[in-house]
């Protein structure tokens, strides 16, 4: 097999993109590509929450880190050039939103951020969820930006659903594809 | 790109038999340049115990997965559920420099709660070259210690070795993998 398509998400000005089928046993990792993701408000940030089964409100408990590289398109305002760890794009049994692929995106018409979020055997019921992702974002005062983030949902309910959104402001545009490994 | 799925070496639960090692010795060839091994649900039944991989070469199919030389590096970010975090952070005892020993994926995983584990994917490039050393990436994520912390790690080198690597193995260095899902794939 490999990667499946399971389904297509397509933003148009949307406040969330949830996901709430295709969730289940039959793949035990997923992998949401993304494409060109696209705010309606500039220096905002792109992450995701989940449900477990029979849960609502995607507020579910998760341990994270995050760390990040920058480049400065010119200029040394923020020293051109950093790597390291991400505060504020990490929670430790926090119930907010994980940022994801993108942090302090920018809005600009060409700005928007990529990559790739792997969630591993969502639906055990023994383990506590894996997750990885990785993005490259276009930073609202024009910097290249790699974000990294990874940790646990700490459940060992299934999850069936997720959820994708800014902090504030909407999804104007861009892509979500949810692939089943097998 | 597409991923083919060529074999699941490893497909238990901890209502089986435990195994010690994930010994792969087909299925690595010419067929593809770049294979990927994703782990989910990696268990051990010893408590802070390493995941980590060594190969054999084409001159010593069948070995004992300890002459292949390595040089790599490794690299770790963390975060506890109290919330203290560190990283990203080279780990100087987790590397290799021309070493046959067995190279670290993610280290002192945590078990004892049931409901820990290892997840990730580990990336090698043209083991059937006969040309060029062989490329390797890991990315994994574990619980961690006391099983309060993610643990993040990045793994990435080449094995020193001109020769064809058909096999390859993934083991606890300590203990047995007493469950979990090794799937291997090809990229075309």
Do not use: W
Request: charged residues 15%; aromatic residues 14%; negative net charge.
């Amino acid at each position: 097999m490999g990667l499946t398509l399971i389904s297509t998400h397509t933003a148009s000005s949307d406040a969330t993109l949830d996901i709430t089928s295709g969730i289940d046993s039959t793949y035990n990792e997923y992998q949401f590509y993304f494409v060109n993701i696209h705010g309606s408000e500039d220096d905002k940030q792109f992450h995701f929450q989940v449900n477990a089964a029979g849960e609502s409100g995607f507020n579910e408990t998760i341990t994270s880190t995050a760390f990040y590289a920058f480049h400065e398109e010119s200029g040394t305002s923020f020293g051109e050039y950093t790597l390291g760890y991400r505060t504020n794009a990490d929670q430790a049994q926090g119930t907010a939103y994980q940022p994801a692929i993108g942090y302090n995106m920018g809005y600009d018409n060409d700005q928007s951020a990529s990559g790739i979020l792997t969630l591993y055997d969502p639906s055990s019921t023994t383990y506590l969820k894996h997750f990885t992702s990785e993005g490259s974002v276009a930073v609202y005062n024009n910097i290249a930006a790699n974000l990294f983030t990874a940790g646990y949902i700490n459940t060992t309910s299934a999850i069936d659903e997720i959820s994708f959104k800014f902090n504030s402001g909407n999804i104007d545009a861009g892509t979500i594809y949810m692939y089943g490994v097998s | 790109m597409a991923l083919t799925l060529i074999s699941t070496p490893l497909d238990i639960t901890t209502s089986d038999t435990p195994v010690s090692t994930v010994d792969i010795t087909s299925g690595i060839d010419s067929t593809y340049s770049v294979y990927e091994f994703h782990f989910v649900g990696i268990h051990a039944d010893t408590l802070h115990t390493d995941f980590e991989f060594q190969v054999n070469a084409s001159d010593d199919t069948g070995g004992d997965f300890d002459t292949s030389l390595i040089t790599s590096t490794f690299f770790r970010n963390y975060m506890g559920e109290a919330g203290d975090y560190a990283g990203p952070t080279y780990k100087t005892d987790r590397d290799l420099a021309q070493s046959a020993g067995y190279q670290e994926l993610s280290y002192m995983i945590d078990q004892d709660d049931g409901d820990e584990s290892l997840a990730g994917i580990f990336t090698l490039y043209d083991p059937s070259s006969t040309t060029y050393v062989k490329h390797f990436t890991s990315r994994t994520n574990a619980n961690h210690h006391n099983g309060e912390y993610t643990l993040e790690c990045f793994a990435a080198g080449y094995i020193n070795q001109t020769l064809a690597i058909p096999e390859i193995r993934f083991r606890f260095d300590s203990g047995d993998i007493d469950a979990g899902t090794i799937k291997m794939f090809g990229v075309s």
